[in-house]
């Protein structure tokens, strides 16, 4: 059964920002439970200051949780700040997770890629991707994939990777593929020979942003069918071949009339509906299909 590693703890009602993603983990879970395919919330430890100071400067990471430096979001909000290494906590178990039982699983998570190692920015404070990646590396997997497709440049990930010369990473990241601009179409038709080259991985990480829908007011380019198109693209072939994945959620900025976000949850359910389809796959002579 699919794996959420999800915690209340993780996710903040009220963040003055233009970005849902501090409380998106919650309402993201909840519309998953609608959904009547039936996953497990697993329960996980919050990462420690340590921790986080293996992937970013240590004067940074004590600057956020002491209150005395903005996060990500250009705020010093206490509750943000509480819930910072529970949402990293999220993904570092739920990549273990799939690490050790080579499977899919799932994080609830946003606001990592665009965090450097000096300093947050763009919604994001610490960079939980990178810091996945360092733990799975640890635990064993020699070459970690970092699959980006939100729709803005991962250049938080991609500093930090330069700056600690993280050479075990290798990252794509979909805001800085000048085909996109282009082409959306062709993108996604070259998209599986992207994914190709990532197949000596031992583990992917996928940051399954939904901001790269075409009506989203931060990003753009894929319709709805595109962006599930997308999913199976990714993860199909990594099925196939049992390396494990672990998939945040990333961006989505769209908003109905009410500040409500119907829409990034739908496509977040699309998410969601792929890793859940992708979980059950358990032999090479499967397909992923959708119902
Ligand atoms: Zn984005």
Sequence with gaps: MLKVFYSKNQSVGANASFSPSAGKPEHVVKSWKERRQA??????????????????????????????????FGNKSPEVAAALPWVAGSMVAATLTALKNKTVTISPTSGAHHAHYRNGGGFCTFNFLILAALKAHEEGAKKVGIIDLDCHYGDGTQDIINTLKLDFIQ?????????????????????????????????IIYNAGVDSHVDDPLGGYLTTEQIQERDSIVLNPMRKKFIPIVMSLAGGYQK?????????????????????????MNNEEEELVYE
């Design 256 to 280: 109905d009339a009410s500040g409500n976000i119907p829409k990034v949850l739908e496509l977040h359910g699309f998410v969601f509906n792929a890793a859940w389809f992708a979980e059950k």
């Design 39 to 72: 996953f497990e919330i697993c329960e996980f430890e919050p990462v420690t200051r340590e921790d986080l100071k293996l992937i970013h400067e240590p004067s940074y990471v004590d600057g956020v949780l002491d209150l005395t430096r903005s996060n990500g």
């Design 171 to 203: 990252h794509y990241t979909f805001g800085g593929d000048p085909l996109i601009h282009k082409d959306p179409a062709l993108w996604l038709k070259k998209l599986p020979d992207v994914v190709s080259t990532f197949s000596d991985c031992d583990l």
